[in-house]
């Protein structure tokens, strides 16, 4: 529109050498068969030609600048509004897709079944393109400056005298520092979660309400969900037959990955005192519940591997009931460093590095097992 403006306005050269009598009036033809089989860049060729022409004949008539720009103002509103309805068009339609996604983000059912669909279809590109290290890789585009914390052997020497992990209440900030995180030593703390609305109230039956009346954690996106009992895919299925006494056994976690879920569910816990300022939480936090086991199965039961996120460390916090954690070393320190075990009561906090350590548990008791947890980063 600017650029036709322009012609009308302003002209060229070429448009001037062109002479008019004033009283003759550039003729009107019929639009031939020829110039109908023109491409569309010809078409427009032609239409500008016309445009200078009748511009030239205009300025030979004695007309003036905005006299012309007057006369050829509804041809160029024309265009100009059907250019802002052409505009306006694509923006509603990009406002319906991104809006039909986040609806379909936001609501649960649909969000599963194309996770499922991709799901799927990723393993059935999997023969013709192998995408896993994509799926693996943290970042897509490396940064050449960043230096990933790797283990040495000499970080191996830390836990070779170390067939258990310690006790401990009335830890400073220092101490979790440099004695154990950096050390990378894990331990059991005594004393950091009675203070917690988690511990104080949350049982089954408070955990299931909660999960499927709470407006935001009902609503909200699950990653990592686990569960021993193939029958139920979704955490909600599970809760619901849990809350409506048709599953008497279950052992299941999940992530809160969604930042509005994990918010909410802040609202039980705080940062445990003993986490030093170095230590930057992740924005989700970790559900564990299990019920319904035997004494028979407590020492059969095989065990589950989780929390392996890519984190530098872990905590995580027994609120009822006990599981057995077993903490194993990275290959590079397996001949090092013993695989140690330990059962949690309810109260205790486990914290240990992920950079050392893979964690694996097991329900240890009979009546319902709950825990929470939590990953960090530190540089």
């Known amino acids: 529109m600017a650029e036709m403006r322009k012609r009308y306005t302003q002209g060229s050269s070429q448009s001037t050498q062109t002479q008019y009598d004033q009283n003759e009036m550039p003729d009107i033809q019929n639009v031939t068969e020829e110039q109908k089989e023109m491409s569309l860049k010809e078409k427009i060729q032609l239409i500008d030609q016309e445009i200078l022409l009748l511009r ?31 505009c306006l068009s694509k923006v509603l339609k990009l406002v319906l897709i991104l809006s039909v996604g986040f ?18 279809m990723q393993l059935q590109t999997l023969p013709y393109w192998d995408w896993t290290h994509w799926f693996d890789d943290n970042c897509i585009v490396n940064n050449p400056f960043y230096q990933e914390e790797r283990l040495s052997k000499s970080d191996c020497e830390g836990c070779a005298d170390i067939d258990e992990i310690e006790r401990e209440e009335e830890l400073t900030h220092d101490d979790m520092a440099q004695t ?21 109230i949350f049982d089954t039956e408070y955990v299931t ?18 569960n021993e009992n193939v029958k139920h895919k979704y955490v909600k299925d599970v809760l619901r037959s849990i809350d409506n006494g048709t599953t008497t056994q279950w052992n299941m976690h999940w992530q ?16 445990p005192y003993c986490i030093p300022p170095m230590v930057e939480m992740m924005n989700s936090n970790w559900l564990f519940m299990s019920s319904g086991v035997n004494k028979q199965q407590l020492s059969k039961l095989p065990y589950v591997r989780s929390l392996d996120t890519g984190v530098s460390m872990t905590w995580f916090a027994q609120l009822k009931g006990s599981y057995e954690i077993k903490l194993k070393p990275h290959e590079i320190c397996e001949e090092d460093c013993e695989v140690m075990t330990a059962i949690l009561q309810p109260g205790e906090l486990l914290v240990f590095s992920n950079i050392m350590w ?7 008791s ?4 709950i825990a929470i947890a939590a990953n960090g980063n530190w540089d």
């Open 209 to 226: 309400k909660l999960f499927l009346e709470d407006p935001v954690l009902s609503a909200g996106t699950i990653c990592s969900f686990y």
């Open 103 to 120: 609806f379909l983000y936001k609501y649960d059912p649909a969000y599963n079944m194309i996770r499922v669909g991709a799901r799927q």
């Open 358 to 364: 893979k964690f694996e548990f097991r329900v240890a």
């Open 180 to 200: 154990f995180l950096l050390a990378y030593i894990p331990l059991i703390i005594t004393d950091a979660i009675q203070d917690w609305k988690a511990y104080k």
């Open 256 to 271: 809160n990955c969604m930042d509005t879920a994990r918010k909410t569910f802040r609202r039980f816990y705080s940062r």
């Open 366 to 369: 009979e009546k319902d097992v």
């Open 56 to 86: 030239s004949f205009c300025l030979q008539s004695g007309y003036s600048q905005g006299e012309i720009e007057s006369c050829a103002s509804p041809l160029l509103d024309f265009l100009t509004t059907a250019n802002r309805k052409k």
